[in-house]
């Protein structure tokens, strides 16, 4: 429990400072909705005062007089009955703006947070969590502008107004009311905190797994299909629901018993309230008027008050939802651009590793260590070995997924963890093994390493990777839409759009990870004989599964446990008996090596 009240509180104060953050930049916004809603409580703090009136002077033993007193309280009355119409109004029409910019804000910082987030995050996240984290953050944030604003603000002015003005002429209501109303107060807020948040946070991370168990299956819906695995993962989802089913159970029972427990103590603060206004009226210090205005004052703050245990409630839920996405804006960004990082500029592209140790986080030893290797500006070269043996991992450092441990990694001497992640990035074309497509036209995919091409650039590209025959048979040729992640196509077709987007890229670097893997053998033909074109004059770095692939290239490195075990030219490697790389080869080829 105390832990859980630790928590309660953090979460609160995360929240909370960061909704504040949000307000602070439009101060005009946030000042113009206080004012008014300030103005319009205040107008029916009053109204029991006239209303009170109106019965004293209806009651009243000169008609005459009492006559003009009951008119001169019913204008009042309707004088205030619309000054609070027409301060809502305005109120209403500070927080629209206020709260779709503050929305749109969250929306947009959470997603820009998000993109820039380490490989490692993302590769530990599910994508339909966190797409459920923002979205139910932002609208979190909707409903707690409202609750604390147009609702809990007003609220305590009416508390404090209705507390003031009839502790001027009874103190002893002043107290009664004053009393009551914190002690209620005080409970509500101890069973929001302590007793519903708990079982709220537990319940919300279920509901974010649900929301990541359903994406991740529907997303993988091609593989369950495969195996006939519906029943199964019909299964899985119905264990996570029954979870997720008892922890928002308990969390709804105990909204339950802490709304008959509010209305348990109103009835209590109600029978004070009369009670002591009986004994006002009984001991002659309070007229029929004065009961009158006691008890429409009673109404009023009875509301409010009922009102103000759902609102709480409200805000409690809203931090819940809220702490998430919050959680996501303080999230450390794992590799991120230093203050002085300046653009990377490239002349030739040479790529040099000096004494470079890398260690993934979690594991006992480093991957590599004093790993140093040059890679000439326009050479071509390799990268072999068995799988986990680095070859991802040396790519990953030149592009900065991740920084060294210790080292540098330099391109034309420049230290890419000096320069800013998206000029490194712009200069390095990369076509991976399992290209990702956006569910996106044809030509925005291919168009993606070049914002702004021509469509006459990206049919010569796409003519180059191979693609462009498969593309213009297409119903709507360049337009066809690619589904999630390029569903729509097959692998191979997906491999040369991925092609066709790296020749427009036109970068001084290039990373083909076994571009050409899932090819048929004619379409392989045309990609590699492309492959040379696109490589020349680049700094070309190759990882390769099929020896083959690398046989024409300048030289190719083998990797093993993070070290450069091997260096050289096919022709050099294969004269070795006992290299490592004439092994892979003759594995491949089955003993079969040429002279």
């Given at each position: 429990?105390?832990?859980?009240?630790?928590?309660?509180a953090?979460?609160y104060?995360?929240?909370?400072t960061?909704?504040?953050?949000q307000?602070?930049?439009?101060?005009?916004?946030?000042?113009?909705?206080?004012?008014?809603?300030?103005?319009?409580?205040?107008a029916?703090v009053f109204?029991?005062l006239f209303?009170?009136?109106?019965?004293?002077?209806l009651?009243?033993?000169?008609?005459?007089?009492g006559r003009?007193?009951?008119?001169v309280a019913?204008a009042?009355m309707g004088?205030?009955?619309?000054?609070?119409?027409?301060?809502?109004?305005?109120?209403w029409?500070f927080?629209?703006?206020?709260?779709?910019?503050?929305m749109?804000?969250?929306?947009?910082a959470?997603?820009?947070?998000?993109?820039?987030?380490?490989?490692?995050?993302?590769?530990?996240s599910f994508?339909?969590?966190?797409?459920?984290?923002?979205?139910?953050g932002?609208?979190a944030?909707?409903?707690?502008?409202?609750t604390?604003?147009?609702e809990?603000?007003?609220?305590?002015?009416v508390?404090?107004g209705?507390?003031?003005?009839?502790?001027?002429?009874?103190?002893?209501?002043?107290?009664?009311?004053?009393?009551?109303?914190?002690?209620?107060?005080?409970?509500v807020?101890?069973?929001?905190?302590l007793?519903?948040?708990?079982?709220?946070q537990l319940s919300?991370?279920?509901?974010?797994?649900?929301g990541?168990?359903?994406?991740d299956?529907?997303?993988?819906?091609?593989?369950?299909k495969a195996?006939?695995?519906e029943?199964r993962?019909?299964a899985?989802?119905?264990?996570l629901?029954?979870?997720?089913?008892?922890?928002?159970?308990?969390?709804?029972m105990r909204?339950t018993?802490?709304i008959?427990?509010?209305?348990a103590?109103?009835?209590?603060?109600?029978?004070?309230?009369v009670?002591?206004?009986?004994?006002?009226?009984?001991?002659?210090d309070?007229?029929?008027?004065d009961?009158?205005?006691?008890?429409?004052?009673?109404?009023v703050?009875?509301?409010?008050?009922?009102?103000?245990?759902?609102?709480?409630?409200?805000v409690?839920?809203?931090v819940?939802?809220?702490?998430e996405?919050?959680?996501l804006?303080?999230?450390?960004?794992?590799?991120?651009d230093?203050?002085?990082?300046?653009?990377?500029?490239?002349?030739?592209?040479?790529?040099?590793f000096?004494?470079?140790t890398f260690?993934y986080?979690?594991?006992?030893t480093?991957?590599?260590?004093?790993?140093?290797v040059?890679?000439?500006?326009g050479?071509?070269?390799g990268?072999v070995?068995?799988s986990g043996?680095g070859?991802?991992?040396?790519v990953?450092l030149?592009?900065?997924l991740?920084?060294?441990?210790?080292?540098?990694v330099?391109?034309?001497g420049?230290?890419?963890?000096?320069?800013t992640?998206a000029?490194?990035?712009?200069?390095i074309?990369?076509?991976?093994q399992e290209?990702v497509?956006?569910?996106?036209?044809l030509?925005?995919n291919i168009?993606y390493?070049?914002p702004g091409?021509?469509?006459?650039?990206?049919?010569?590209a796409?003519?180059l990777?191979?693609?462009?025959d498969?593309?213009?048979?297409?119903?709507?040729?360049?337009?066809?839409?690619v589904?999630?992640?390029?569903?729509k196509l097959?692998g191979g077709?997906?491999q040369r759009?991925?092609?066709?987007?790296?020749?427009?890229?036109?970068?001084?670097i290039?990373?083909?990870?076994?571009?050409?893997s899932?090819?048929?053998?004619?379409?392989e033909?045309?990609?590699?004989e492309?492959?040379?074109?696109?490589m020349?004059?680049?700094?070309a770095i190759?990882i390769?599964h099929?020896?083959?692939t690398v046989r024409?290239?300048?030289?190719?490195l083998?990797?093993?446990?993070?070290?450069?075990v091997?260096?050289?030219?096919?022709a050099?490697?294969l004269?070795?008996?006992e290299g490592?790389y004439?092994?892979?080869?003759?594995r491949?080829?089955?003993?079969?090596?040429?002279?």
């Open positions: 429990m105390i832990l859980d009240r630790l928590q309660g953090q979460a104060r995360a929240v909370l960061f909704l504040v953050r307000w602070r930049t439009r101060p005009g916004l946030l000042l113009g909705l206080v004012a008014a809603m300030v103005g319009s409580t205040l029916d109204l029991p209303a009170g009136r109106l019965v004293d002077a009651s009243a033993a000169d008609r005459d007089a003009l007193d009951a008119l019913f009042a004088g205030l009955g619309l000054l609070t119409l027409g301060l809502r109004h305005v109120a029409t927080v629209v703006p206020l709260s779709l910019s503050t749109q804000a969250v929306a947009q959470g997603f820009q947070r998000v993109q820039r987030l380490s490989t490692d995050w993302h590769a530990n994508a339909g969590s966190t797409v459920r984290k923002v979205s139910r932002m609208w944030l909707d409903g707690l502008n409202n604390l604003l147009l809990l603000l007003p609220a305590f002015v508390l404090l209705t507390m003031v003005l009839l502790g001027v002429q009874w103190p002893l209501m002043g107290l009664v009311i004053g009393l009551g109303s914190l002690v209620y107060l005080g409970i807020v101890t069973l929001a905190t007793v519903i948040a708990p079982a709220a919300n991370v279920w509901d974010s797994r649900l990541g168990a359903l994406s299956a529907i997303g993988a819906n091609a593989v369950v195996f006939g695995a029943a993962e019909d899985r989802l119905g264990r629901l029954a979870k997720w089913n008892r922890r928002t159970h308990r969390t709804w909204i018993w802490s008959t427990a509010q209305f103590l109103l009835l209590l603060l109600r029978t004070a309230i009670g002591t206004a009986l004994w006002l009226w009984w001991t002659g309070a007229t029929p008027g009961v009158a205005y006691v008890l429409t004052t009673y109404f703050v009875h509301g409010y008050l009922r009102d103000i245990g759902d609102h709480i409630n409200r409690q839920r809203g819940n939802e809220m702490e996405l919050v959680a804006d303080a999230e450390p960004y794992g590799v991120a230093r203050p002085d990082a300046t653009p990377l500029t490239v002349q030739g592209g040479t790529i040099g000096d004494r470079v260690h986080d979690g594991h006992v480093p991957l590599c260590r004093d790993l140093s040059q890679i000439p500006a050479q071509r070269v990268l070995g068995r043996s070859k991802t991992t040396f990953k030149v592009q900065r991740y920084d060294v441990t210790s080292g540098h330099r391109i034309d420049q230290d890419v963890a000096g320069v992640q000029s490194l990035r712009a200069h074309a990369i076509v991976p290209p497509l956006f569910h996106r036209s030509a925005e168009a390493g070049r091409a021509s469509a006459e650039d990206i049919a010569r796409a003519r990777a191979n693609a462009h498969f593309i213009a048979r297409l119903p709507k040729g360049y337009g066809t839409l589904g999630e992640r390029g569903v097959s077709e997906r759009v991925a092609l066709a987007r790296a020749f427009l890229a036109d970068a001084p290039l990373i083909l990870d076994e571009a050409t899932s090819l048929d053998s004619e379409s033909a045309l990609i590699q492309a492959m040379e074109r696109l020349r004059g680049r700094t190759v390769a099929r020896l083959s024409s290239l300048d030289r190719i083998v990797f093993d446990r993070g070290c450069i091997e260096d050289g030219t096919q050099d490697l004269g070795r008996p490592r004439r092994a892979l080869f003759e491949q080829t089955g003993g079969m090596v040429e002279a």
